[in-house]
């Protein structure tokens, strides 16, 4: 079916001002992902999972205007990892660390494609073009067919330290488009780290394939950069026993899209996606989840916190698809905002759609404004109003920032929220 002439006109404008990189294993991959994209043409308003979220500039040729925040205080500073620094999409050799990690081999897409032969040959674009039923994630597979770079990591053994992706901003009107693998073998543990703004137009990809018994620990925090544009896209495959726990942390941020997609395929998995979000004013942060349970006995926990003020919104569209035979499934879905005004809102969808009977799946989707008991409470007993609100604040913010397994890396999150909440007193 022929596109509508809006769409397709958006559509034809936006892909003849990208450059497709050519040759190498990544070939066939992009060249399908562009088919793709052409087909489904690229969001618009009128899509049902963009009705809460206007793609406008996300999809406009040219990037708007971002200003820049000299970030001072780096979220985990204190943490021993391997730092690979991108600046507005383009890697930075001088500011990265060797990409020399034992138990893990770690090159960029950048250079790694122009081989015929490559691991991540079987991963790339796969697991995006899988994500795309039956909901179309058109951005997911623009980024597939036209970044630019990324980190390809194939992990054998588990590494002593995390590996850091370190994304700066320098450029008002950059446009940048990175894509990363991530294969975790059997029995192996990793932690990847994401933090900064990457660009005034930031569009990832990350596609993670988990073997049996193995496990991967995500940590993201976005950046201060306020006036910002992102669209992230997580693909992630789960084999036999294995782990996979997502969390991200978005203060800031005129718009921010951050989708995740989970496919079961082994039994006795697990897989946590949560998001800690607090937001000021112009402030839009969207949270797309989408489960898959194609197997027996396995868990799914997806938990969403969002702080909202001074006409600041919120998004929450989750859901949870339990095929026929994933008997034992345990889905467990929350979304919940805390409105500190009047002006804030939040949108949420949450989804069940089953398909086996022996199932325990729930979600709940509740907006409130502080609790006045409590607030009185601490107030009573000497507390000022605004360390009481910040105090009441970050124990909602809790059972998200909990799903964070390391102690060290949590700590962070809960420092990083709480010097946003005295910013703004």
């Known amino acids: 079916m022929a596109l509508p002439k809006l769409k397709q006109d958006a559509t034809d404008a936006r892909l003849a001002a990208l450059d497709m990189p050519q040759g190498g294993w990544t070939e066939a991959a992009r060249k399908s992902a562009l088919a793709r994209v052409q087909a489904m043409g690229l969001p618009s308003r009128r899509d049902e999972y963009w009705k809460y979220t206007r793609p406008d500039t996300l999809v406009q040729v040219e990037a708007l205007e971002a200003a820049l925040y000299d970030e001072t205080d780096m979220p985990f500073e204190g943490v021993d990892r391997l730092k690979i620094v991108f600046v507005d999409g383009v890697f930075d050799a001088d500011a990265s660390d060797d990409l020399t990690l034992s138990g893990v081999q770690i090159e960029r897409l950048a250079e790694a494609q122009s081989a015929d032969i490559h691991w991540a040959k079987d991963l790339y674009g796969t697991l995006e073009a899988r994500g795309q039923t039956p909901v179309e994630r058109p951005l997911a597979a623009l980024n597939t067919a036209f970044a630019t770079d990324g980190v390809l990591i194939h992990v054998t053994q588990t590494p002593a330290r995390p590996i850091h992706a370190i994304y700066r901003h320098t450029s008002t009107t950059s446009d940048a488009i990175l894509h990363h693998c991530i294969k975790v073998e059997e029995g192996a543990s990793a932690t990847f780290l994401e933090t900064g703004p990457g660009a005034a137009r930031f569009n990832t990809g990350m596609e993670v394939e988990i073997a049996p018994g193995a496990t991967l620990h995500h940590v993201r ?32 941020g005129v718009l921010t899209r951050n989708e995740t997609v989970i496919e079961f395929t082994g039994d006795d998995a697990m897989a946590t996606v949560a998001g800690a979000s607090v937001g000021d004013g112009d402030f839009h942060n969207d949270s797309t989840v989408f489960v898959t349970h194609d197997a027996v006995n396995c868990e799914s926990r997806q938990v969403f916190k969002k702080v909202l003020r001074n006409g600041a919104t919120g998004v929450f569209q989750g859901k949870i698809l339990v095929k026929e035979g994933a008997q034992k499934t345990d889905g467990y879905q929350i979304s919940q905002s805390l409105l500190l005004d009047d002006d804030s809102q939040f949108l949420a969808k949450p989804e069940l759609e089953i398909y086996a009977d022996d199932v325990a799946c729930s979600h709940g989707s509740t907006s409130g404004a502080i609790d006045e008991t409590a607030l009185f409470y601490l107030r009573s ?8 609100t910040d105090l009441l604040t970050l124990a909602f913010l809790a059972e998200a920032v909990e799903e964070i397994e390391a102690e060290d890396l949590r700590d962070d999150m809960v420092a990083r929220l709480e010097n946003w909440l005295k910013r703004r007193r």
């Open 221 to 252: 925090a976005q950046g201060r950069d306020h006036e910002r544009r992102a669209a992230t896209h997580i693909f992630a495959r789960l084999g036999t026993e294995s782990v996979f726990k997502s969390f991200t942390l978005t203060a800031n």
């Open 381 to 388: 007993r000497g507390v000022s109003q605004s360390d009481a």
